[in-house]
Protein backbone atom coordinates (compact mmCIF):
# COMPACT_ATOMS: atom_id res chain seq x y z
CA UNK A 1 0.00 0.00 0.00
CA UNK A 2 1.31 3.29 -0.81
CA UNK A 3 1.93 6.09 1.64
CA UNK A 4 -0.85 8.34 0.18
CA UNK A 5 -3.13 5.47 0.93
CA UNK A 6 -1.94 4.65 4.48
CA UNK A 7 -2.65 8.38 5.18
CA UNK A 8 -6.21 8.70 3.95
CA UNK A 9 -7.02 5.34 5.49
CA UNK A 10 -5.61 6.49 8.42
CA UNK A 11 -7.88 9.77 7.80
CA UNK A 12 -10.64 7.81 7.77
CA UNK A 13 -10.02 5.83 10.86
CA UNK A 14 -9.68 9.63 12.85
CA UNK A 15 -12.88 10.39 11.09
CA UNK A 16 -15.30 7.72 11.74
CA UNK A 17 -13.51 5.52 14.66
CA UNK A 18 -15.03 7.27 17.63
CA UNK A 19 -13.19 5.51 20.82
CA UNK A 20 -10.49 4.44 18.47
CA UNK A 21 -9.58 7.75 17.45
CA UNK A 22 -6.24 7.78 20.20
CA UNK A 23 -5.16 4.90 18.80
CA UNK A 24 -5.39 5.73 14.77
CA UNK A 25 -3.76 9.32 15.85
CA UNK A 26 -0.59 7.62 17.64
CA UNK A 27 -0.50 5.26 14.62
CA UNK A 28 -0.54 8.18 12.18
CA UNK A 29 1.94 10.25 14.14
CA UNK A 30 3.85 7.31 14.22
CA UNK A 31 3.94 6.43 10.46
CA UNK A 32 4.41 10.03 9.30
CA UNK A 33 7.41 10.43 11.63
CA UNK A 34 8.98 7.49 10.26
CA UNK A 35 7.84 8.55 6.49
CA UNK A 36 9.74 11.88 7.62
CA UNK A 37 12.79 10.37 9.06
CA UNK A 38 13.28 8.10 6.23
CA UNK A 39 12.90 10.81 3.57
CA UNK A 40 15.07 12.83 5.44
CA UNK A 41 17.67 10.40 6.09
CA UNK A 42 17.70 9.52 2.15
CA UNK A 43 18.11 13.43 1.52
CA UNK A 44 20.95 13.54 3.97
CA UNK A 45 23.03 10.43 2.21
CA UNK A 46 22.52 12.30 -0.85
CA UNK A 47 23.82 15.56 0.36
CA UNK A 48 26.81 13.60 2.14
CA UNK A 49 27.53 11.88 -1.38
CA UNK A 50 27.48 15.28 -3.50
CA UNK A 51 29.25 17.28 -0.66
CA UNK A 52 32.37 14.23 -0.87
CA UNK A 53 32.31 14.52 -4.72
CA UNK A 54 32.68 18.10 -4.33
CA UNK A 55 35.14 18.01 -1.91
CA UNK A 56 37.28 15.37 -3.86
CA UNK A 57 36.75 17.91 -7.14
CA UNK A 58 38.36 20.89 -4.91
CA UNK A 59 41.15 18.94 -3.87
CA UNK A 60 41.75 17.93 -7.45
CA UNK A 61 42.05 21.61 -8.33
CA UNK A 62 43.69 22.81 -5.43
CA UNK A 63 46.45 19.77 -6.21
CA UNK A 64 46.42 20.80 -9.95
CA UNK A 65 47.15 24.51 -9.12
CA UNK A 66 49.80 23.34 -6.97
CA UNK A 67 51.37 21.15 -9.36
CA UNK A 68 51.14 24.26 -12.21
CA UNK A 69 52.79 26.57 -9.26
CA UNK A 70 55.48 24.36 -9.04
CA UNK A 71 56.14 23.38 -11.89
CA UNK A 72 56.24 26.94 -13.18
CA UNK A 73 58.69 27.49 -10.27
CA UNK A 74 61.45 24.84 -11.07
CA UNK A 75 60.90 26.49 -14.59
CA UNK A 76 61.71 29.65 -13.04
CA UNK A 77 65.09 27.92 -11.69
CA UNK A 78 66.07 26.93 -14.69
CA UNK A 79 65.41 30.30 -16.57
CA UNK A 80 66.63 33.19 -14.49
CA UNK A 81 70.40 31.61 -14.52
CA UNK A 82 70.29 31.26 -18.31
CA UNK A 83 68.70 34.30 -18.78
CA UNK A 84 71.26 35.96 -16.78
CA UNK A 85 74.37 33.84 -18.76
CA UNK A 86 72.89 35.22 -21.65
CA UNK A 87 72.50 38.54 -20.71
CA UNK A 88 76.20 38.68 -19.66
CA UNK A 89 77.61 37.02 -22.98
CA UNK A 90 75.36 39.77 -25.13
CA UNK A 91 76.94 42.92 -22.94
CA UNK A 92 80.36 41.62 -23.42
CA UNK A 93 80.09 40.96 -26.78
CA UNK A 94 78.65 44.43 -27.44
CA UNK A 95 80.90 46.42 -24.68
CA UNK A 96 83.91 44.38 -26.62
CA UNK A 97 82.36 45.79 -30.03
CA UNK A 98 82.20 49.27 -29.36
CA UNK A 99 84.89 49.77 -26.72
CA UNK A 100 87.29 52.70 -27.82
CA UNK A 101 90.37 51.41 -26.34
CA UNK A 102 90.73 48.37 -28.42
CA UNK A 103 93.24 48.16 -30.65
CA UNK A 104 94.30 46.65 -34.37
CA UNK A 105 97.46 45.72 -35.62
CA UNK A 106 99.44 47.82 -37.98
CA UNK A 107 99.15 46.12 -41.02
CA UNK A 108 100.77 49.05 -43.17
CA UNK A 109 103.97 48.37 -41.33
CA UNK A 110 103.89 44.77 -41.24
CA UNK A 111 105.40 42.36 -44.33
CA UNK A 112 103.57 40.36 -46.85
CA UNK A 113 104.60 36.92 -44.98
CA UNK A 114 103.36 38.38 -41.59
CA UNK A 115 100.10 39.78 -43.21
CA UNK A 116 99.42 36.53 -44.90
CA UNK A 117 100.14 34.96 -41.03
CA UNK A 118 97.77 37.19 -39.70
CA UNK A 119 94.97 36.66 -42.12
CA UNK A 120 95.18 32.72 -41.62
CA UNK A 121 94.35 33.09 -38.50
CA UNK A 122 90.89 35.09 -38.68
CA UNK A 123 87.65 34.05 -39.79
CA UNK A 124 87.45 35.64 -42.94
CA UNK A 125 85.98 34.46 -46.94
CA UNK A 126 89.03 34.82 -49.06
CA UNK A 127 87.17 37.83 -51.09
CA UNK A 128 87.53 39.84 -48.22
CA UNK A 129 91.07 39.12 -47.61
CA UNK A 130 92.13 39.89 -50.93
CA UNK A 131 90.30 43.24 -50.46
CA UNK A 132 92.90 43.53 -47.56
CA UNK A 133 96.18 42.07 -49.45
CA UNK A 134 95.17 45.04 -52.00
CA UNK A 135 93.97 47.82 -50.16
CA UNK A 136 96.29 50.67 -50.64
CA UNK A 137 95.61 51.27 -46.80
CA UNK A 138 95.36 47.26 -45.40
CA UNK A 139 94.92 48.43 -41.36
CA UNK A 140 91.77 50.44 -42.40
CA UNK A 141 91.03 47.91 -44.04
CA UNK A 142 91.84 45.03 -41.79
CA UNK A 143 90.12 47.39 -39.18
CA UNK A 144 86.46 47.23 -40.80
CA UNK A 145 86.65 43.66 -41.64
CA UNK A 146 87.19 42.85 -38.05
CA UNK A 147 84.45 45.21 -37.15
CA UNK A 148 82.16 43.95 -38.97
CA UNK A 149 82.65 40.32 -38.28
CA UNK A 150 82.57 41.06 -34.81
CA UNK A 151 79.24 43.19 -35.53
CA UNK A 152 77.55 39.61 -36.71
CA UNK A 153 78.75 37.83 -33.78
CA UNK A 154 77.69 40.46 -31.55
CA UNK A 155 74.50 40.79 -33.17
CA UNK A 156 74.05 36.96 -33.04
CA UNK A 157 74.78 37.12 -29.44
CA UNK A 158 71.64 40.15 -28.53
CA UNK A 159 69.37 38.42 -30.48
CA UNK A 160 69.71 34.65 -28.81
CA UNK A 161 69.29 36.47 -25.57
CA UNK A 162 66.28 38.66 -26.91
CA UNK A 163 64.75 35.73 -28.22
CA UNK A 164 65.34 33.77 -25.08
CA UNK A 165 63.84 36.84 -23.28
CA UNK A 166 60.79 36.38 -25.74
CA UNK A 167 60.25 32.70 -25.47
CA UNK A 168 60.27 33.10 -21.67
CA UNK A 169 58.63 36.18 -20.58
CA UNK A 170 56.01 33.58 -18.96
CA UNK A 171 58.04 32.34 -16.42
CA UNK A 172 59.42 35.75 -15.20
CA UNK A 173 57.93 38.22 -12.75
CA UNK A 174 56.57 41.79 -14.79
CA UNK A 175 59.66 43.63 -12.98
CA UNK A 176 62.29 41.50 -14.18
CA UNK A 177 60.69 41.54 -17.78
CA UNK A 178 60.03 44.34 -17.86
CA UNK A 179 64.26 45.13 -16.88
CA UNK A 180 65.28 42.85 -19.35
CA UNK A 181 63.42 44.05 -22.14
CA UNK A 182 65.02 47.83 -21.26
CA UNK A 183 68.40 46.37 -22.08
CA UNK A 184 67.27 44.14 -24.55
CA UNK A 185 65.94 47.14 -26.41
CA UNK A 186 69.30 49.46 -25.45
CA UNK A 187 71.71 46.38 -27.19
CA UNK A 188 69.64 45.94 -30.05
CA UNK A 189 69.26 50.06 -30.94
CA UNK A 190 73.23 50.39 -30.29
CA UNK A 191 74.21 47.46 -32.64
CA UNK A 192 71.47 49.36 -35.17
CA UNK A 193 73.24 52.86 -34.69
CA UNK A 194 76.71 51.46 -35.92
CA UNK A 195 75.47 50.15 -38.91
CA UNK A 196 75.65 53.98 -40.62
CA UNK A 197 76.80 55.54 -43.52
CA UNK A 198 80.42 55.55 -45.06
CA UNK A 199 81.96 59.06 -43.50
CA UNK A 200 80.99 59.35 -39.88
CA UNK A 201 84.00 59.12 -37.35
CA UNK A 202 84.24 55.71 -36.26
CA UNK A 203 85.83 56.36 -32.50
CA UNK A 204 83.00 59.09 -32.15
CA UNK A 205 80.41 56.68 -32.83
CA UNK A 206 82.23 53.89 -30.86
CA UNK A 207 82.53 56.06 -27.92
CA UNK A 208 79.34 57.77 -27.81
CA UNK A 209 77.73 53.67 -28.07
CA UNK A 210 80.28 52.45 -25.45
CA UNK A 211 79.00 55.00 -23.25
CA UNK A 212 75.36 54.82 -23.63
CA UNK A 213 75.05 50.72 -22.81
CA UNK A 214 77.56 51.60 -20.03
CA UNK A 215 75.23 54.49 -18.22
CA UNK A 216 72.60 53.01 -19.61
CA UNK A 217 72.67 49.51 -18.65
CA UNK A 218 75.03 49.97 -14.93
CA UNK A 219 71.91 50.58 -12.97
CA UNK A 220 69.38 47.62 -14.37
CA UNK A 221 72.08 45.53 -14.14
CA UNK A 222 72.47 45.58 -10.59
CA UNK A 223 68.09 45.52 -9.85
CA UNK A 224 68.28 42.62 -12.35
CA UNK A 225 71.05 40.87 -10.37
CA UNK A 226 69.78 41.70 -6.85
CA UNK A 227 66.23 40.41 -7.89
CA UNK A 228 67.44 37.14 -9.84
CA UNK A 229 69.03 36.60 -6.41
CA UNK A 230 66.02 37.07 -4.67
CA UNK A 231 63.77 35.04 -6.62
CA UNK A 232 66.29 32.41 -6.43
CA UNK A 233 66.51 32.85 -2.37
CA UNK A 234 70.28 32.78 -2.40
CA UNK A 235 70.37 34.25 0.61
CA UNK A 236 68.82 31.11 2.49
CA UNK A 237 72.50 29.62 1.43
CA UNK A 238 74.70 31.45 3.82
Do not use: C
Request: proline share 2%; aromatic share 12%; hydrophobic share 35%.
Amino acid sequence: MSTDKIFSFLGQVIIFGGGSVGVAYLVFTYLGKKWIDNKFEKRLTKFDHELNLQIEQYKFEINSLFNRISKIHEKEFEVLPTMWLKLVEAMGKVSQLTDPSQQYPELNKMSKAEIEELLSEINLYDSQKDKIRNAKDKTKNYTKSIFLLNLVEANTFVYDFHNYLIFNKIFLSHDLFEKFSQIDLLLRNSLMELEIPEGTEDDIRLLETFSKITDGSKELIKEIEYQIQKRLHYSDTD
